[in-house]
């Protein structure tokens, strides 16, 4: 019997062709094999979206049953054919509803999700966050204590939301204030007016009445912890103003044609005085029997304010939303020129309009008002009033220099209007949570501005994954207007059917 011995040497030599690695076949030389990529990771994905698209809980039963099976089969289906190279939508929302976005999206919803950003000491900083270099280096990317600030800002507009419809007749008691530090010491009120033919007046005097209406639109809110103030670096007064509620002052929106602000000694022939829109005026200036005017109360209340903490340091925040961010810029003028010895004014506008002419920004900066303005790209509201677009800085040097025909024009026509200051331009595609194409009304919503802010990093870099800010208001008050896949049955499921704000006060801005 013959005894077969194997050919060590040509068993070595063949076997050098071959290789054991994973990225190659063991059946073909050097030829690359193809995995499919049915990881865990992936398993989880599909899971998840599974749970998301379940439809009743019948159907959720008699798919358990069979899930494990079904798994293994359908990821190595996806797998090979790649979905994630093939249709980068699919790759996008299996990396939405991933198990760390489930996670973190849930925490969002949660009662206890009401996170706020660290709180750091600002000493001599708050100045530069007030806006001394004109928040240079600050806004993109978006400096993480002027993140904070702004939020901090928006919740003040909020607040005066939120009193208005508690009492939309009368005074609010009780401001909620976001911020325990914070005391209130005076409501504002603004007096909205329409001006009917005389004849009208001759005919029915007693039609006088529905032509002007006194509201609530505010308050004057001080800082008075002394270890939040040193915090701070100093004793901050703010001004918190909302935005249209009325039917008068819808009607005083669409009054935009220019009127001439008062002066010591006015030129009404000179076009280059400055200028603002004329129902916005009215609101500030007009007075009735019942409350003075915006203007001369604020100011006599800022003043009081100045004179009781003199000798320290203060700082004055004016901070509106829409409406309220317009009358905030009459306001920072208002104080900057009419009470002694002002402190530092800056102004924190959320979708402000334009609201004067390009002398009135002139003279803004003039006395040393700084303007942060927070706009939304799809926010129609901060492209009005006005027919010339004034955003391009760069154009605006030229134009100013030129001196051709345009800029005759822009003097001396009644809508040539103007923005103020500085600028942070925030955009609805950059959330993750809400649609790209998202209605007029949750584009201006000031929720929305906060949870835009709150996600910001830059004007290059997507949202940011350790926002704090809750969803439960946005998700409850612009539900159409939320992405389909965070609304789905396992979100409301976690969310539960009561709609429960705790210490969260609701959005009434939308």
């Not at 020129?337 to 003279?363: K, L, M, T, Y």
């Not at 049955?489 to 009561?498: C, I, Y």
Request: with cysteine; glycine share 6%; proline share 6%.
């Amino acid at each position: 019997m013959q005894t077969l011995t194997p050919n060590i040497e040509l068993f070595h030599a063949k076997r050098r062709h071959f290789t054991c690695s994973t990225q190659t076949s063991t059946f073909i030389p050097t030829k690359p094999l193809s995995v499919f990529p049915a990881t865990k990771k992936n398993r989880e994905h599909l899971i998840n979206l599974e749970n998301v698209l379940k439809t009743s809980s019948t159907s959720t039963d008699n798919f358990n049953v069979n899930v494990s099976s079904r798994q293994d089969k359908t990821t190595t289906l996806l797998g090979g054919l790649n979905l994630a190279r093939l249709w980068p939508q699919m790759k996008a929302a299996v990396e939405e509803m991933s198990p760390k976005n489930l996670k973190r999206l849930q925490r969002l919803l949660s009662k206890s999700s009401e996170e706020r950003s660290p709180k750091n000491k600002l000493g001599s900083k708050w100045r530069e966050l007030h806006g001394s270099n004109n928040w240079a280096g600050l806004l993109d990317p978006l400096d993480e204590d002027l993140r904070r600030e702004l939020v901090r800002y928006g919740e003040f507009v909020q607040a005066s939301y939120h009193a208005f419809h508690s009492d939309p007749e009368g005074s609010p008691r009780d401001v909620a204030l976001p911020d325990g530090s914070y005391k209130v010491t005076k409501s504002l009120y603004a007096t909205s007016s329409v001006r009917l033919p005389k004849w009208i007046d001759d005919v029915a005097p007693d039609l006088r009445w529905m032509t002007k209406q006194t509201s609530w639109v505010g308050y004057v809110a001080v800082c008075d912890d002394p270890k939040e103030i040193r915090r701070m670096g100093r004793r901050e007064i703010v001004i918190a103003l909302r935005g249209t509620a009325t039917l008068l002052e819808w009607s005083e929106n669409f009054r935009p044609n220019l009127v001439s602000m008062p002066e010591p000694k006015p030129d009404p022939s000179d076009p280059t005085r400055p200028k603002v829109e004329c129902g916005f005026n009215s609101l500030y200036t007009t007075g009735s029997q019942h409350a003075p005017s915006l203007a001369d109360s604020l100011v006599a209340e800022i003043s009081r304010l100045v004179e009781l903490y003199a000798g320290e340091e203060l700082s004055i925040s004016v901070t509106g939303h829409s409406l309220g961010a317009a009358i905030a810029l009459l306001a920072a003028d208002d104080i900057a020129d009419r009470v002694p010895h002002a402190p530092p004014v800056s102004v924190f506008s959320f979708g402000g309009p334009r609201v004067g002419n390009r002398e009135f920004a002139d003279r803004l900066d003039s006395k040393g008002v700084k303007v942060l303005r927070v706009v939304n790209s799809q926010d129609v509201v901060t492209k009005v009033p006005g027919i010339f677009a004034d955003n391009d800085k760069n154009k605006q040097g030229q134009n100013r220099n030129n001196g051709g025909i345009r800029e005759m024009v822009e003097r001396n026509n009644p809508w040539a209007y103007s923005h103020v200051g500085a600028e942070l331009r925030v955009d609805m595609k950059m959330s993750p949570y809400l649609k790209p194409n998202a209605d007029v009304a949750c584009c201006h919503d000031l929720e929305a501005y906060l949870h835009l802010v709150d996600g910001f990093l830059a004007s290059n870099c997507p949202f940011r994954t350790n926002a704090k800010r809750s969803l439960r208001k946005l998700l409850d008050e612009q539900r159409s207007n939320v992405k389909v896949l965070y609304t789905g049955k396992s979100l409301r499921l976690n969310r539960g059917t009561v709609l429960d704000y705790g210490d969260v006060l609701p959005s009434p801005s939308s």
